[in-house]
C-alpha cells in the first residue's frame, strides 16, 4: 500500500515561488518514478514533471520549463520547486507514483495518487 500526501500549496502573488513536498508511505522509494500533475478548474488533469527512480533523468512540461524544478531524496520526498509562478500555475497539484519503468507523462500509467494540494497565483 502507497500513501502519498502533498503539502506547501498556499496563495502567491504572480512571480513569486513556492516549495511543493510529497511525503511517500512506501518500502522501497527507489522503485517508484514519482511525478508532479496539475488540475485547473474545468480543465482536465496535465502532467507537470517527473523525475526517474535513480534522480537522475527529469522530464518537464513546455509550460513550466526553466520555472519549475523537481527533485527527491533518500528519505521518501519529492519536492517541485515553482519559481516565477505565473496566475495560468493556478491549479490543484498532485503528487503520483508509478512503480518500475521510466519517466512516463501520462496520468494512467501512474499507480498511485495523492489528494492534491491547492495552489493559487494572484495576478
Known amino acids: 500500500q502507497v500513501q502519498l500526501v502533498e503539502s506547501g500549496g498556499g496563495l502567491v502573488q504572480a512571480g513569486g515561488s513556492l516549495r511543493l513536498s510529497c511525503a511517500a508511505s512506501?518500502?522501497?522509494?527507489?522503485?517508484?518514478?514519482m511525478g508532479w500533475f496539475r488540475q485547473a478548474p474545468g480543465k482536465e488533469r496535465e502532467f507537470v514533471s517527473a523525475?526517474?527512480?535513480?534522480?537522475?533523468?527529469r522530464n518537464y512540461a513546455d509550460s513550466v520549463q526553466g520555472r519549475f524544478t523537481v527533485s527527491r531524496d533518500n528519505a521518501n520526498m519529492v519536492y517541485l520547486q515553482m519559481n516565477s509562478l505565473k496566475s495560468e500555475d493556478t491549479a490543484v497539484y498532485y503528487c503520483?507514483?508509478?512503480?518500475?519503468?521510466?519517466?512516463?507523462?501520462?496520468?494512467?500509467?501512474?499507480?498511485?495518487w495523492g489528494q492534491g494540494t491547492q495552489v493559487t497565483v494572484s495576478s
Open positions: 503520483a507514483a508509478r512503480r518500475n519503468g521510466i519517466i512516463v507523462a501520462t496520468t494512467s500509467d501512474y499507480d498511485y
Open positions: 512506501v518500502r522501497t522509494f527507489s522503485n517508484y518514478v
Open positions: 523525475i526517474s527512480r535513480a534522480g537522475l533523468n
